[in-house]
Protein backbone atom coordinates (compact mmCIF):
# COMPACT_ATOMS: atom_id res chain seq x y z
CA UNK A 1 0.00 0.00 0.00
CA UNK A 2 1.60 3.23 -0.99
CA UNK A 3 2.28 6.18 2.14
CA UNK A 4 -0.68 8.41 2.07
CA UNK A 5 -0.10 12.18 0.64
CA UNK A 6 0.63 14.71 3.01
CA UNK A 7 0.16 18.70 2.66
CA UNK A 8 3.47 19.41 1.02
CA UNK A 9 2.75 16.53 -1.68
CA UNK A 10 0.32 19.14 -3.23
CA UNK A 11 2.50 22.25 -3.12
CA UNK A 12 3.85 23.72 -6.35
CA UNK A 13 7.29 25.87 -6.08
CA UNK A 14 6.88 28.31 -8.93
CA UNK A 15 10.34 30.02 -9.40
CA UNK A 16 9.48 32.53 -12.37
CA UNK A 17 7.82 34.60 -9.40
CA UNK A 18 10.34 35.15 -6.68
CA UNK A 19 11.58 38.46 -8.22
CA UNK A 20 15.25 36.57 -8.68
CA UNK A 21 15.70 36.95 -12.29
CA UNK A 22 18.37 34.20 -12.62
CA UNK A 23 16.05 31.67 -10.86
CA UNK A 24 12.93 32.38 -13.56
CA UNK A 25 15.25 32.36 -16.57
CA UNK A 26 16.57 28.86 -15.05
CA UNK A 27 13.25 27.73 -14.50
CA UNK A 28 12.15 28.58 -17.99
CA UNK A 29 15.02 27.10 -19.87
CA UNK A 30 13.97 24.13 -17.34
CA UNK A 31 10.55 23.99 -18.84
CA UNK A 32 11.86 24.74 -22.50
CA UNK A 33 14.09 21.89 -22.56
CA UNK A 34 13.03 18.27 -23.93
CA UNK A 35 12.88 17.32 -20.87
CA UNK A 36 15.63 14.62 -21.01
CA UNK A 37 17.39 14.25 -18.12
CA UNK A 38 21.19 13.98 -17.42
CA UNK A 39 20.83 10.46 -16.49
CA UNK A 40 19.08 9.35 -19.95
CA UNK A 41 20.89 7.53 -22.76
CA UNK A 42 21.67 9.91 -25.55
CA UNK A 43 20.04 9.12 -28.84
CA UNK A 44 22.60 9.40 -32.00
CA UNK A 45 21.81 13.04 -32.77
CA UNK A 46 22.25 14.27 -29.29
CA UNK A 47 25.48 12.80 -29.27
CA UNK A 48 26.79 14.49 -32.53
CA UNK A 49 25.46 17.68 -31.30
CA UNK A 50 26.97 17.42 -27.80
CA UNK A 51 29.82 16.31 -29.72
CA UNK A 52 29.65 20.12 -31.84
CA UNK A 53 29.30 21.62 -28.62
CA UNK A 54 31.95 20.49 -26.44
CA UNK A 55 34.16 21.14 -29.84
CA UNK A 56 33.29 24.74 -29.64
CA UNK A 57 33.98 24.78 -25.98
CA UNK A 58 37.69 22.68 -25.74
CA UNK A 59 39.63 25.91 -24.80
CA UNK A 60 37.82 26.93 -22.06
CA UNK A 61 37.37 23.18 -20.75
CA UNK A 62 41.61 22.89 -21.41
CA UNK A 63 41.79 26.31 -19.22
CA UNK A 64 39.63 25.28 -16.67
CA UNK A 65 41.27 21.53 -16.48
CA UNK A 66 44.84 23.72 -16.33
CA UNK A 67 43.94 25.61 -13.07
CA UNK A 68 42.62 22.72 -11.08
CA UNK A 69 45.79 20.99 -11.21
CA UNK A 70 47.00 23.59 -9.36
CA UNK A 71 43.98 23.44 -6.49
CA UNK A 72 43.71 20.57 -4.10
CA UNK A 73 40.55 18.66 -4.78
CA UNK A 74 37.09 19.31 -3.02
CA UNK A 75 35.82 16.65 -0.74
CA UNK A 76 32.81 16.20 -3.79
CA UNK A 77 35.78 16.23 -6.85
CA UNK A 78 37.71 13.47 -4.61
CA UNK A 79 33.77 11.28 -4.27
CA UNK A 80 32.82 12.00 -7.84
CA UNK A 81 36.34 10.32 -8.57
CA UNK A 82 35.91 7.56 -6.42
CA UNK A 83 32.24 6.51 -7.49
CA UNK A 84 33.78 7.09 -10.98
CA UNK A 85 36.25 4.83 -10.64
CA UNK A 86 33.74 2.03 -8.96
CA UNK A 87 31.97 2.05 -11.79
CA UNK A 88 34.79 1.55 -13.73
CA UNK A 89 35.97 -1.32 -11.82
CA UNK A 90 32.30 -3.19 -12.19
CA UNK A 91 31.86 -2.52 -15.73
CA UNK A 92 35.80 -4.34 -16.50
CA UNK A 93 33.87 -7.07 -14.26
CA UNK A 94 30.74 -7.60 -16.53
CA UNK A 95 33.08 -6.89 -19.83
CA UNK A 96 35.71 -9.42 -18.70
CA UNK A 97 38.59 -6.77 -18.81
CA UNK A 98 37.37 -5.70 -22.10
CA UNK A 99 38.50 -1.76 -23.10
CA UNK A 100 34.59 -0.44 -23.35
CA UNK A 101 35.90 1.91 -26.76
CA UNK A 102 36.37 -1.55 -28.12
CA UNK A 103 32.96 -2.38 -27.82
CA UNK A 104 29.53 -1.32 -29.76
CA UNK A 105 27.62 1.36 -29.26
CA UNK A 106 24.27 -0.72 -28.15
CA UNK A 107 26.25 -3.22 -25.75
CA UNK A 108 28.02 0.12 -24.28
CA UNK A 109 24.57 0.98 -23.27
CA UNK A 110 23.86 -2.08 -22.00
CA UNK A 111 26.69 -2.56 -19.86
CA UNK A 112 25.35 1.46 -18.45
CA UNK A 113 22.23 0.33 -17.68
CA UNK A 114 23.16 -2.64 -16.00
CA UNK A 115 25.54 -0.46 -13.91
CA UNK A 116 22.69 1.86 -13.16
CA UNK A 117 21.13 -1.44 -11.47
CA UNK A 118 24.25 -1.64 -9.93
CA UNK A 119 23.95 2.00 -7.69
CA UNK A 120 23.88 1.07 -3.84
CA UNK A 121 26.89 -1.57 -4.95
CA UNK A 122 29.06 0.93 -6.38
CA UNK A 123 28.16 3.67 -4.21
CA UNK A 124 29.50 1.35 -1.48
CA UNK A 125 32.78 0.75 -3.30
CA UNK A 126 33.23 4.25 -3.98
CA UNK A 127 32.96 4.80 0.23
CA UNK A 128 35.40 2.58 0.27
CA UNK A 129 37.55 4.07 -2.07
CA UNK A 130 37.38 7.29 -1.09
CA UNK A 131 40.27 7.41 1.80
CA UNK A 132 43.08 5.94 -0.80
CA UNK A 133 41.58 8.72 -3.72
CA UNK A 134 42.23 11.17 -0.75
CA UNK A 135 45.79 10.18 0.08
CA UNK A 136 46.99 9.72 -3.65
CA UNK A 137 45.46 13.25 -4.02
CA UNK A 138 47.62 14.33 -1.13
CA UNK A 139 50.83 12.88 -2.33
CA UNK A 140 49.97 14.04 -5.67
CA UNK A 141 49.80 17.77 -4.62
CA UNK A 142 53.20 17.32 -2.04
CA UNK A 143 54.99 16.13 -5.20
CA UNK A 144 55.72 12.70 -4.08
CA UNK A 145 53.19 10.81 -6.14
CA UNK A 146 54.59 10.26 -10.17
CA UNK A 147 52.80 13.38 -11.76
CA UNK A 148 52.91 14.21 -15.57
Known amino acids: MPK ?9 VDYTETGDGQ ?18 ALTVQQRMAKSRQMKK ?5 ALGRKRA ?15 KQARNFFAKKITKGQDKSD ?12 LDKMKPKIDKL ?23
Open 103 to 114: LGLARRTDIEKR
Open 126 to 148: ARKMLPKIRKKEIEKKKGGGSGN
Open 23 to 40: LAYNAKRRKRDDGEGPYE
Open 4 to 12: PLGFKDFLT
Open 57 to 61: MKAKI
Open 69 to 83: ERKVASVDVLKKRAA
